[in-house]
């Protein structure tokens, strides 16, 4: 069964307020002396009152434990009752939109013949030290609700307030923002099993872009952290450290790294430096009022904008090696760097030192024509979440950074396989909740 859309929570049929024409307080004009909002003594807002019951569940036991006898509904009783909110997002029948459905689950006893008494009970994932959120189908939110609350959270970017209103106001669903906030975090642990693989197979990628950008957790300084690969979008949240981005790729990790200058990624044998970082630090030189600044900044600007149209054409054309045919050019450009190495003018000295230091690394594409000039990848990858950091002020625990980075993790990884990501994660979140395995991210489509 459908509902419409509630603009407001329905209460049951006990405590529904009298209509007005039955009301005795009502005045001749039909209007109710009643003062609005909630009048003294009438139930606020809670679980039990948000919606009446769409279907009743039950969870009879259909086997003997014991003596494995078929046992049918009469061997019944009814012990535990459980309420779920949970959302049909457009995958009913005929229905498209959002609606919400609100079902009692009894669980109980089932008496075999045999006298053995088989019980059966929500689901629920053993604890785990790290996560003091439980994950459970002992929970009033449903697994696409729960996706549906971090999708609002997290692709949307609404607070848990704006999230509450929401629900509210369209759904008709009433939740705390605890309950919200509770929401996303099991979500998070829910998908935590996903990040080992999801890391395998980037450490496995023949190219992966990585960067990162600073991440409040209750006012401490860490870092929102991306590898991005051809079918992986991973993220973490840490510190700024080299053990970090090794922990996630694998130390023998074998194909090319696109970066920044960072220096936690020069440990990185095949590395790549990204020349739109290059370009515009030659671009502020050329803005400089020192002649010399000036002067090293176009001479930057200038090889750095040739260099990038012969390697754009080379991808075009047959092989040939480029950096055969520019190696005159990079020595006399690596001379300048060098006579630049001990300039007055910081910046400039700044510059000379990088493209010294990243040689190879800022070179290497033109032997390989095909690999990316920028790491544009990566920096796409966070953009997103750097507008939901100034709008959130990043999180408030260890526990809401995991579950962020986890999160965004599958999410992203999602998207970026052309895969719906919402369905997906309910997938996952109902496994989770009975203590099954998480369902595997789905291929590329
Ligand atoms: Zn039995």
Known sequence: ?????????????????????ACPEATPGGKSAKKPGRQPGAPGHSRELTLPVTETILHAPTQCILCGLGLGVDAFKAGTGLYVLELLAGDGPGLKGLAVRHDKHLYGDGTCACGHVTRTEPGRCPDEPM???????????????????????????????????????????YLSTATINRCVHEAGRAVEPLEAPLAEEAGQASLAHADETPWKEWGKLLWLWVISTATVSLYLIGYRSAE??????????????MTDGYKVYRQFQKRLRCWAHLLRKAKGLQESLTGEAKQFGDECHAL?????AA?????????????????DRLEAFRLLCERHLDSQHEKTRALAFEFLNDWDAVWIVLSHPYLPLTNNEAERALRHWVILRRISQGTRTEQGSRALALLVSVIETCRKRKQPPWPYLAKVIAERRKGNPAPPMPAPA
């Open 304 to 308: 750095l904008e040739e260099l990038m």
């Open 1 to 21: 069964m459908q509902r419409p859309f509630r603009r407001k929570p329905i209460r049951p049929p006990s405590q529904q307020v009298p209509a007005v024409a």
């Open 131 to 173: 996560w003091k959120v439980g994950l459970s189908e002992w929970s009033l939110v449903g697994p696409m609700l729960t996706s549906f609350i971090v999708f609002l959270s997290l692709r949307m970017r609404l607070s848990r307030q704006n999230t509450q209103e929401f629900l509210n106001d369209w759904l008709g669903v």
């Open 311 to 327: 390697v754009y054409q080379a991808r075009e054309g047959p092989p040939s090696s480029l950096a055969e045919r520019y190696r």
């Open 244 to 257: 970090l981005i090794t922990n996630a790729l694998g130390e023998d990790f074998a194909g090319w790294l």
